[in-house]
């Protein structure tokens, strides 16, 4: 079955950057969307950014624009989000998800049908 696992998260002072990976496994890598979302403490999980089969499309919540750019690499099966100028509003569980299907939206959770265990990024203050 596929599976995506996440790495890079890790604590980080404001202002810094952390790099965050998916790597997918268990199945061809012909996801029509990845995404990343993420959950507070306390907080329901909110969309981060996501990336169509293509890399061309891409989408990003309001809060993360012009900091955060997000990527693929079809060869190695992999999602990346990079997370420049973090805040402490940034910290949270940081969740990869992979859509099997086409959506016209990637940003509501229901688009997607496989998710990672998450990592963690916590940014202090």
């Known amino acids: 079955q596929v599976q995506l696992v996440e790495s890079g998260g890790g604590l980080v002072q404001t202002g810094g950057s952390l790099r965050l990976s998916c790597a997918a496994s268990g199945g061809t890598f012909t996801f029509n969307a990845m995404g990343w979302f993420r959950q507070a403490p306390g907080k329901e999980r909110e969309f981060v950014a996501a990336?169509?089969?293509?890399?061309?499309?891409?989408m990003y919540a309001e809060s993360v624009k012009g900091r955060f750019t997000i990527s693929r690499d079809n060869a190695k099966n992999t999602v990346y989000l990079q997370m420049n100028s973090l805040k402490p509003e940034d910290t949270a569980v940081y969740y990869c998800a992979a859509a099997g299907t086409f959506h016209y939206s990637i940003a509501p959770r229901s688009s997607y049908d496989y998710w990672g265990q998450g990592t963690q990024v916590t940014v202090s203050s």
């Open positions: 990336i169509r089969l293509s890399g061309i499309s891409t």
